[in-house]
T-cell receptor, first 114, second 112 residues
Framework: NAGVTQTPKFQVLKTGQSMTLQCAQD?????MSWYRQDPGMGLRLIHY???????DQGEVPNGYNVSRSTTEDFPLRLLSAAPSQTSVYFC?????????????FGPGTRLTVL | KQEVTQIPAALSVPEGENLVLNCSFT??????LQWFRQDPGKGLTSLLL?????REQTSGRLNASLDKSSGRSTLYIAASQPGDSATYLC???????????FGRGTSLIVHP
């Protein structure tokens, strides 16, 4: 199993550009989520999904869009990039809501918005 | 709303010391608590998961305990090594929630 994969690893955007961060998992996990990590702020939840076709907002959803058309993929779209979106983005997955279900993380995407 | 606090925020110790990292949470109605390790520039790696019905979990030199009634978990690292240098985060999955709540982590440096 590849686990949770994210592409690209690094990205530089100009203000106003749009892009999609890709996330895929091959563990047949129902739950997937996107976080951003900023110095001094910890991990903050952007959006999450509990199954194909079901998504919901997290703590900091503004400026981001998600969809979940398949169990495997959970892309994160930046609609119009702003310097405040400069961050490291992590995708995570979990089998479902069981008490023994471990959460797995991807390696992250480091995004800089100029 | 669940709040998770990790103390201390940073810790520097000499090699060989036994050390304790703390995680506290405000809502004791939890499903599980998970400890992660994050190396600089990398993703998070799961170390241990304690279910709500368990008191502790062990993996090698790591031992994590859970006291739901007091809203606390500790991660004990025995005989610390420079390779243990990393940031350690705890995440609490609360009843009725889909996604865990994370603490801000403890940055650990073990110097030779």
């Amino acid at each position: 199993n590849a686990g949770v994969t994210q592409t690209p690893k690094f990205q530089v955007l100009k203000t106003g550009q749009s892009m999609t961060l890709q996330c895929a998992q091959d563990m047949n996990h129902e739950y997937m989520s996107w976080y951003r990590q900023d110095p001094g702020m910890g991990l903050r939840l952007i959006h999450y999904s509990v199954g194909a076709g079901i998504t919901d907002q997290g703590e900091v959803p503004n400026g981001y869009n998600v969809s979940r058309s398949t169990t495997e993929d959970f892309p994160l779209r930046l609609l119009s990039a702003a310097p405040s979106q400069t961050s490291v983005y992590f995708c995570a997955s979990r089998e479902r809501g069981g008490v023994a279900d471990t959460q797995y993380f991807g390696p992250g995407t480091r995004l800089t918005v100029l | 709303k669940q709040e998770v606090t990790q103390i201390p925020a940073a810790l520097s110790v000499p090699e060989g010391e036994n050390l304790v990292l703390n995680c506290s949470f405000t809502d004791s109605a939890i499903y599980n608590l998970q400890w992660f390790r994050q190396d600089p520039g990398k993703g998070l790696t799961s170390l241990l998961l304690i279910q709500s019905s368990q008191r502790e979990q062990t993996s090698g030199r790591l031992n994590a305990s859970l006291d739901k009634s007091s809203g606390r978990s500790t991660l004990y690292i025995a005989a610390s090594q420079p390779g243990d240098s990393a940031t350690y985060l705890c995440a609490v999955l609360t009843g009725g929630s889909y996604i865990p709540t994370f603490g801000r982590g403890t940055s650990l440096i073990v110097h030779p």
